[in-house]
């Protein structure tokens, strides 16, 4: 026969089990959206020069600078957006200065922006973007849902 003694400590052992469960509930979670009050909207204008175009076809050549010049947009938006990474290094030598070097980078994804407009002036060509940031809150939401609790239920 099992003593009083482990018949106690199982019946407490039982009874800490019991209510430890008891502590992990099952639960469901109501998300719930939030909009930011205002939107920014950003411009960002790109260049590039058309007769520097790898073509001897003067229509080529244009059409490469209006390319370029969207790039470039792009890319001066992303760094609006996201911002630049910046990596430098300077050596010395006996306290002179032997040689700096800086790079810069830029890396993102830009949805939603708009051009604007797209025209020569001279030798370059010149495209201008707008980057509504209510089209990006919108294109997000379509997208993945940004959430916050609304409610939780406990079972």
């Known amino acids: 026969m099992i003593s009083s003694l482990k018949k106690m400590t199982l019946v407490g052992i ?38 520097l175009q790898n073509s001897t076809n003067e229509t080529q050549r244009m059409l490469m600078a209006i390319n370029a010049s969207k790039i470039a947009a792009y890319a001066e938006l992303a760094e609006q957006v996201y911002g630049q990474q910046i990596n430098s290094s300077t050596s010395m030598s006996n306290l002179i200065l032997n040689d700096q070097e800086f790079k810069a980078s830029v890396q993102g994804v830009i949805r939603g922006a708009k051009v604007i407009k797209s025209y020569p002036v001279g030798d370059t060509y010149t495209t201008e973007l ?24 406990y079972y």
């Open 14 to 51: 039982s009874i800490l089990t019991l209510t430890s469960c008891s502590a992990v509930y099952d639960k469901h979670v109501q998300w719930q959206t939030i909009k930011p009050e205002t939107f920014p909207v950003i411009t960002a204008i790109g260049q590039a020069p058309i007769s």
């Open 130 to 153: 707008h980057l509504d940031f209510k089209n990006v809150y919108d294109l997000y939401i379509a997208s993945s849902q940004n959430k916050e609790i609304k409610h939780v239920r």
